[in-house]
């Protein structure tokens, strides 16, 4: 996407719910761009607890030391690979040489390649399906993958490559939680703020925001940008009246949904 003018998004108010290490580049995009933000993240990435989370740390450790012997390692998100190589380079101070490496989205390709993995995949839609659609995945008999992921989610990706005869294991490296603190501040600053749109980058920061609101909320009025059609069909369930599906949860795919439900957002 080409860069947008100083005022592309002029008049919008926009709610942004991304966790706090994954915020910055879009508050400044949109500042830029004439918008005003307020970040208020509706999820929150933390390592696994090591009492609570003893079970899903040994697995994890466990495929790790046997990371040789998968065929397949793939990296959900760029927190997968943040938490997860910070977790193989205790075991693995060079990485075995024969996996192929699968990233979901472009910036998890760019997080990996930075660890000096060339990664298949990272184009499209961020999310299982698009991966899935790979030509290099479709027959996979007697192939074994490692998925590295936050505890929980999705089983899509899983459950697909094991229907096309994968063997699939887990290494869970981190947790997604809501943020601790008072919905009645979360609201009074989304009413300072006169907020007539908001952004949302997973189907758990949308419920976790949805959590927030009274049901009669201005908020659900508001256009509300998802990253893709499954999270806009899951907002419209719960009540949002103006969802805009973005291509995927990346900056250039948020930004032109943000400028198409610009009009709708002005007019509250």
């Not at 390592?47 to 003893?54: G, I, Q």
């Not at 997968?80 to 989205?105: C, F, K, T």
């Not at 501040?185 to 949805?210: D, F, K, M, P, Y």
């Amino acid at each position: 996407m080409a860069t947008l003018s100083a005022e592309a998004l002029s008049g919008l108010r926009v709610l942004v719910t991304r966790p706090s290490e994954r915020a910055a580049e879009l508050i400044t995009a949109l500042q830029g761009a004439g918008a005003q933000a307020l970040h208020l993240p509706a999820l929150e990435i933390a390592p696994l607890d090591n009492d609570k989370h003893a079970s899903a740390l040994l697995q994890a450790s466990q495929c790790i030391l046997d990371l040789d012997h998968y065929d397949d390692i793939i990296f959900i998100s760029v927190n997968a690979v943040e938490h997860g190589m910070a977790m193989i380079d205790n075991y693995w101070p060079q990485l075995p040489v024969r996996q192929s490496y699968w990233a979901i989205g472009k910036a998890t390709k760019d997080a990996l390649a930075q660890h000096g993995i060339q990664a298949c995949g990272g184009d499209g839609a961020m999310n299982s399906e698009s991966l899935l659609a790979h030509a290099d995945l479709q027959s996979l008999s007697h192939r074994k993958f490692a998925i590295v992921r936050g505890i929980g989610g999705r089983e899509t990706l899983a459950d697909t490559l094991r229907t096309r005869g994968a063997r699939v294991d887990y290494i869970e490296c981190y947790q997604r939680q809501a943020p601790a603190g008072s919905n009645a501040e979360r609201l009074n600053a989304i009413a300072a703020a006169n907020i007539n749109c908001s952004v949302v980058n997973s189907g758990e920061s949308l419920h976790n925001l949805t959590s927030w609101l009274p049901s009669n909320h201005r908020l659900f009025q508001c256009p509300i940008i998802t990253p893709g059609e499954r999270v806009a069909a899951l907002a419209a369930k719960l009540g949002y009246a103006r969802t805009v599906a973005a291509e995927n949860a990346s900056l250039d795919a948020t930004l032109s949904a943000l400028l198409a439900a610009r009009s709708a957002a002005l007019s509250l």
